[in-house]
């Protein structure tokens, strides 16, 4: 309960034993390494990207819903085809918050789902015919610009060549078609799928269109999918601080923004668990720079802002930021003020992604709260650790079966964006290009980092800490919400936001502060609950008898007095 | 909304758009949480159990908790006994559930798993705990739809747990179908005012609509016990409601346990209430009391009251075959017209029941099993209605009609909360989905109506 006194926080690693102790042999020795105590100066190494326990009651997705439900999916203006069985291509169908705004004449066909609907005949006797009919369907009734194909558990299995049925209707209908080799059981989680969506968007997409936008200073956002319209925030600022978004990857995005993104000067990388594949491949092949952002967060927002202004070195944008800076800043200061007396010193914690858990964790320390524990749900060894340990992963065999693309750089289209001696003058200044520190380097020492949490260890840690709110998905919210602490999500944003860069901020504060003290769970217990003892049966005393003028109207009758919340405990 | 969805209609052979259904393992997932302390277990990938997970908790706003075996690439190719297992293992040393309830996936039906074998093994080398059970419907997602997945699991706790004993007992087996936990407890208070004795299963009041008490159960006092099902084999008798979800589970206790069945249409609407009242009342040899009379009563009362604002609307209907049929018949009922009547679940049966409902007055409709809400939607634009019924998706088709009167109603409602608490069966369901239709069209005449026409009383 968010006002249960909580003083002192419990031992992290008496948290962590009651965690695994429950657990059988083998299941607590691979739990024991994706459980750690922080230390943000020198962080330990964590066990992630393995597999997934069978049996543990996990928060994890599959490799098709982080290739068509995270990475593709927002591309809003071409067809989306998934083929196998309908139930994969039904869930994947408008329950991701990505919003869109097309542009003028364009069709959004993210409303639609479309998949082929296999029945027990394809899946014995094949299901290419079906899929070949089924692309040929899509184009009579849409006459999309592009038709992307999704795999699904079974057409790995039964071996339909997708990609040959793909490149044939490329060739038969004068469009663009490819697919997607993204079956379920491919990789450990969602992240395999992300890989392989980098891998397709870049060999399919990307660099179709040589034409740049015409603002001076040209960047792509990658790794940001508009939940809520985050994205929408994001390019109303940048647009403000004079800056073009060429692409943002994935999310308010089309086609053809997509297809030109390589002539942007700039990548900024918002998740980097789900796109620093693309990044690295659009440095090599076409010489742009990439460096990590965050949006979230009103400080992360300005840093991220000034990094921006910086790479590009030049005065009149260095000075635009800055006043956009200072003005969203002072726009923000009168919300910050009176939220944060109320969130102030509380506990929060947050299970999510591979990213959010750690963006957002500026958001609560701008309010003043403390994280408790965190961890990502599909991340890798880096995103908690920092890119420092990459040359330490060693890669097992489920990475080993996702396609590395050989990139090199392109003949023509390669362009170094900044001279030797700019980068050189940038690095001086303290600017690193192809980094991101890690979750766990932000994060307090001791605190607990988990990753892919599960059940069991979020009920422990919940009776334990008793945070005043835990940030996770939807398949948490309510098991968390009946211990009676809040949940908010942050995949979906429970439906909110946009919560990115400063507008967003104040969005996000007061949906923390409305969640920390709403009434509502000062409620869950009844008033004869908290005064068990048994009631006498009122007697009838008579009164001495007043004239009907001085009796007032409040007095008049019997007044039932309603028990005062503000009070009450439930614990 | 939904722009590049035209008037003119197309037969299309392979490409779906826009399901009126999805897949088994959902609805398997769904009926194992009607067993009292049983944990559901999706044999594959991981993330069928986490999209199933997520879209039942959408509808329920409550925990759905179920495991998965994880398949990955290895497994895919070596089969799945060692995950499923593995799976066990962790099961019943962490969560420890009477009953796990596996359901498979395309992927583990297409390597061919054999479910049955993997018990065997994990029994025989005495992992399994004292008492607990295992049990498995097979649910590949290339049949049927999430409508079989249901049934195909509430057949599999009769085949595995019901048992006949030689004693008759004086009780009825009730077969819900496939409905929310709202909607259980009212199939239940009517047949408890009634006063037969009965199980019920699966039973998921009091799983999935949990009070707030500050405190998270694993498994919730709801569901159906082991004892409860087990006892279904000496049932007097099978009441199945729905036949896509529920004759499978009654036919089960017939053949297995000799128990005579009957089945009848879920209790919607005023026919389909009136059969399962009566149902009821002869076969546990009761009669009808005052209360459900009156219940009954109001419920005429309503219609006779209401009429004026439904009668000859032009409705179009979408949902699983189990829902809609009734529905029809009480949409009939109420001298309304359907239109266009469309299940995403394949079975023919379903044109046929819809179409006798219908009867020469509505020879016109378009109705159809195994079709979408595209073609829905196409043929609403070629000739409009007056109201749209179905699940949440239909909001989409709604505001592209240019903010169309829609009631959502069946499976999966996404957006609104009523669905939880406010059951749709029985005379009281009836009611509220009379005020559901009549407050939708009165909303819309209040929003667009010329303001000299804009009134107080309706």
């Known amino acids: 309960m968010s006002d249960t006194p909580r003083n002192p926080v419990p031992d992290p690693a008496v948290v962590r034993e009651e965690m695994l102790k429950a657990y059988p042999a083998k299941t607590r020795k691979k739990r024991e390494k994706q459980i750690v105590l922080n230390d943000p100066d020198a962080p330990p190494q964590i066990g992630a990207n393995t597999r997934t326990i069978p049996g543990i009651i996990t928060q994890r997705g599959c490799t098709y819903a982080g290739c068509r439900g995270v990475v593709i999916g927002p591309i809003y203006d071409i067809v989306h085809i998934t083929h196998g069985p309908v139930g994969c291509g039904y869930y994947s169908w408008l329950t991701r918050r990505n919003l869109a705004r097309p542009e003028e004449g364009q069709t959004n066909f993210m409303q639609y789902c479309m998949n082929t609907d296999m029945q027990e005949d394809e899946i014995i006797f094949g299901g290419e015919k079906k899929l070949a009919a089924a692309i040929r369907e899509a184009y009579a009734l849409f006459k999309p610009k592009a038709i992307s194909i999704y795999a699904t558990c079974p057409i790995g299995l039964i071996g339909d060549d997708i990609h040959t049925v793909a490149r044939q209707a490329k060739e038969e209908l004068g469009i663009n078609v490819f697919a997607f080799s993204c079956e379920g059981y491919k990789g450990v989680s969602q992240s395999a799928g992300h890989h392989i969506a980098n891998n397709g968007v870049f060999k399919n997409i990307v660099g179709l269109d040589d034409t740049p936008d015409s603002g001076e200073y040209r960047i792509n956002i990658l790794g940001e999918y508009n939940i809520g319209g985050d994205a929408f925030e994001i390019e109303e600022l940048l647009r403000k601080c004079g800056i073009t978004c060429t692409a943002t990857l994935s999310g308010n995005v089309s086609y053809d923004q997509i297809a030109r993104c390589h002539t942007a000067d700039l990548n900024c990388v918002m998740c980097h668990r789900s796109i620093n594949y693309m990044a690295e491949m659009m440095e090599t092949k076409y010489g742009i720079p990439w460096i990590k952002v965050n949006f979230i967060g009103a400080e992360s927002t300005a840093k991220s802002l000034r990094k921006i202004a910086a790479y590009f070195g030049d005065k009149a944008l260095i000075d635009r930021v800055e006043r956009v800076i200072a003005q969203e800043m002072l726009a923000l200061k009168a919300t910050v003020e009176e939220v944060r007396p109320r969130c102030e010193g509380k506990l929060a914690a947050l299970f999510v992604g591979g990213s959010r858990a750690h963006h957002y964790q500026d958001l609560f320390k701008e309010l003043g709260m403390q994280i408790v524990s965190a961890g990502y749900e599909f991340a890798h060894r880096d995103d908690y650790e920092g890119r420092d340990v990459l040359p330490t992963i060693k890669v097992d065999a489920d990475s080993r079966n996702i396609e590395e693309l050989d990139v090199e750089a392109d003949p023509q289209r390669f362009k170094a964006r900044r001279s030797p001696e700019q980068l050189e003058a940038l690095q001086a200044g303290g600017f690193t290009f192809s980094d991101y520190e890690g979750m766990m380097r932000e994060m307090d020492r001791r605190a607990l980092v988990i990753d892919d949490i599960s059940h069991h260890e979020m009920d422990q840690l919940i009776a334990l800490y008793r945070p005043s709110i835990v940030c996770c998905g939807i398949k948490e919210k309510y098991i968390v919400e009946k211990m009676g602490v809040p949940c908010k999500q942050l995949h979906s944003y429970d439906y909110g936001g946009p919560y990115a860069v400063f507008t967003g901020a104040a969005n996000f504060y007061r949906e923390i502060d409305r969640m920390v003290n709403t009434r509502v769970w000062s409620m869950i217990m009844p008033p004869w609950q908290k005064q068990p003892e048994l009631g006498a049966r009122p007697v009838f005393t008579p009164k001495p008898r007043r004239s009907r003028e001085e009796a007032s109207p409040a007095t008049r009758g019997r007044a039932v007095r309603p028990v005062p919340t503000e009070t009450a405990t439930t614990n | ?458």
């Open chain 2, 1 to 458: 909304m939904l722009n590049a969805t035209t008037a003119e209609h197309t037969e299309r052979k392979a490409l779906r758009i826009n399901p009126a259904k999805t897949c088994q393992p959902i609805g398997a997932l769904y009926a194992a949480l009607g067993i009292h302390k049983c944990l559901p277990h999706s044999h594959g990938s991981q993330g069928c159990c986490a999209y199933h997970r997520s879209q039942l908790t959408r509808h329920f706003k409550e925990p759905v908790m179920a495991t998965t075996s994880s398949f990955t690439e290895g497994a895919s190719v070596f089969g799945g006994l060692s995950n499923m297992t593995q799976a066990l293992t962790n099961i019943f040393g962490i969560y420890q559930p009477d009953v796990v309830a596996v359901h498979t996936t395309c992927l583990s039906e297409v390597i061919g798993d054999d479910i049955p074998m993997m018990f065997k093994k994990f029994r025989e080398d005495g992992k399994l705990p004292e008492g607990a059970q295992l049990i498995h419907a097979n649910t590949p997602s290339f049949k049927g739809s999430h409508v079989t997945g249901f049934a195909n699991m509430t057949a599999a706790m009769a085949r595995y747990l019901s048992e006949r004993s030689g004693e008759v007992r004086d009780q009825l087996n009730l077969i819900p179908g496939y409905l929310d936990p709202a909607d259980m407890r009212e199939v239940k208070r009517l047949a408890t005012e009634i006063g037969a004795r009965f199980v019920m299963f699966p039973d998921t009041s009091d799983v999935l609509d949990t009070p707030q008490v500050g405190r998270f159960e694993m498994y919730p006092k709801g569901g159906a016990t082991v004892a409860q099902i087990r006892s279904a084999g000496d049932s007097f008798a099978t009441l199945g409601l729905g036949f896509w979800a529920s004759e499978a589970a009654a036919k089960e206790l017939e053949s297995k346990c000799e128990v005579p069945y009957e089945m009848g249409e879920l209790p919607i609407g005023l026919g389909a209430t009136d059969a399962f009242v009566d149902a009821i009342r002869r076969l546990a040899a009761k009669s009808v009391p005052a209360n459900i009379e009156r219940e009954r009563g109001q419920l005429i009362d309503l219609m006779s009251d209401m009429s004026q604002y439904l009668h000859r609307k032009r409705v179009a209907v979408f949902g699983d075959p189990d829902h809609v049929i009734p529905l029809v018949r009480f949409l009939v009922e109420l001298d309304m017209r359907p239109a266009y009547v469309v299940t995403g679940t394949p079975g023919k049966a379903f044109e046929e029941n819809v179409r006798q409902l219908l009867g020469p007055a509505g020879a016109d409709a378009k109705v159809k099993a195994y079709e979408d809400l595209f073609s829905l939607h196409q043929w609403m634009k070629a000739e409009p209605v007056d109201l749209l019924i179905g699940n949440t998706y239909g909001k989409y088709i709604a505001r592209a009609e240019g903010n169309l009167p829609f009631v959502r109603f069946g499976f999966p409602i996404l957006d609104r909360v009523a669905h939880r608490y406010f059951p749709t069966v029985g005379y009281r369901g009836a009611m509220r989905l009379i005020a559901a239709m009549t407050d939708a069209l009165l909303d819309q005449k209040d929003r667009e109506c010329p303001e000299e026409f804009f009134e107080l009383v309706q």
